[in-house]
């Protein structure tokens, strides 16, 4: 079984930063590609960032200069790195994980729970 924890979150005013993390769990033979996403309250649910099995990151423009993300293939965990950080940054981060499983040797979409990212003013 795999499963992905992340970590990180919190309440945060204007200007500062998180760091958020995303390890993978279980039965794991490979991951291929990363991302966050993000769900602000009425909102339909956004990519954030994302880095490929080779370190491509892409970036979307609202955080591109203040995000990074990264990974660490060893630890097979993910980071986002988050700077400066606005109200609207305001969300639930969802990390993603294109993997292939050590059991059925599937690749397939896995989701993490989510934590909340609270920016006031």
């Known amino acids: 079984q795999v499963q992905l924890v992340e970590s990180g979150g919190g309440l945060v005013q204007a200007g500062g930063s998180l760091r958020l993390s995303c390890a993978g769990f279980?039965?794991?033979?490979?991951?291929?590609?990363w991302a966050w996403y993000r769900q602000a309250p009425g909102k339909q649910r956004e990519l954030v960032a994302g880095?490929?099995?080779?370190?491509?990151?892409t970036i979307v423009d609202s955080v591109r200069g203040r995000f990074t993300i990264s990974r660490d293939n060893v630890k097979k965990t993910v980071y986002l790195q988050m700077n400066s950080l606005h109200p609207e940054d305001t969300a639930v981060y969802y990390c993603?994980?294109?993997?292939?499983?050590?059991?059925?040797?599937?690749?397939?979409?896995?989701w993490g729970q989510g934590t909340q990212v609270t920016v006031s003013s």
């Open positions: 279980g039965s794991i033979f490979g991951i291929r590609n």
């Open positions: 880095i490929s099995s080779g370190g491509t990151e």
């Open positions: 993603n994980a294109d993997l292939r499983d050590s059991v059925q040797y599937q690749w397939r979409e896995y």
